[in-house]
T-cell receptor
């Protein structure tokens, strides 16, 4: 029973390039969350998606960042025109239902480095 | 300002010692979670506490939720090098949004 999968695990981009981070939720899970962790800090919520819908994007920067969770395939976090400040670990989590007591299971993260 | 304040931020102790880390807030929570994150990995849920005054044990780890549900503590007995990691407390806000403290980075020296 595979857990949450993220790829790539490490991503290096130059300033101005695009970064695409992928997340495959646990089998049977239809709720996906993205979090960002800056060095030496805790995780900060970015966005919560269900299949084909964005439920809460209150943590997403207003520009350059977008997220999707299509009917088929993984969830994608897309960062356009990356800047050095985007360097961080990006974690995806998934859960099976809408209850606030449903556990979110985290993937291993994608470590983005912007040169 | 952080909703959840964790202390200490860093803690380095010798194997076999006991320790307590704290998660404090001025807000009341319906539940609070503790996670451990190892280097290069995502956080793993250790426990959820929901009732004021609740105490939960996980082997050598003891978690307590404050009576007023504003704070929590994690006590580790006879720490081992395998306990090394970043310990995060978190609570749910709104529609499933997890809000984390900044974490306590624990190092257990052999």
């Amino acid at each position: 029973n595979a857990g949450v999968m993220q790829n790539p695990r490490h991503l290096v981009r130059r300033r101005g390039q695009e970064a695409r981070l992928r997340c495959s939720p646990m089998k049977g899970h239809s709720h996906v969350y993205w979090y960002r962790q800056l060095p030496e800090e805790g995780l900060k919520f970015m966005v919560y998606l269900q299949k084909e819908n964005i439920i809460d994007e209150s943590g997403m920067p207003k520009e350059r960042f977008s997220a999707e969770f299509p009917k088929e395939g993984p969830s994608i976090l897309r960062i356009q025109q990356v800047v050095r400040g985007d360097s961080a670990a990006y974690f995806c989590a998934s859960s099976g239902g809408e209850s606030s007591t449903d556990t979110q299971y985290f993937g291993p993260g994608t470590r983005l480095t912007v040169l | 300002t952080q909703l959840l304040e964790q202390s200490p931020q860093f803690l380095s102790i010798q194997e076999g010692e006991n320790l307590t880390v704290y998660c404090n807030s001025s807000s009341v929570f319906s539940s609070l979670q503790w996670y451990r994150q190892e280097p290069g990995e995502g956080p793993v849920l250790l426990v959820t506490v929901v009732t004021g005054g609740e105490v939960k044990k996980l082997k050598r780890l003891t978690f307590q939720f404050g009576d007023a549900r504003k704070d929590s503590s994690l006590h580790i007995t006879a720490a081992q090098p395998g306990d090394t990691g970043l310990y995060l407390c978190a609570t749910i806000q709104g529609a499933q949004k997890l809000v984390f403290g900044q974490g306590t980075r624990l190092t257990i020296n052999p």
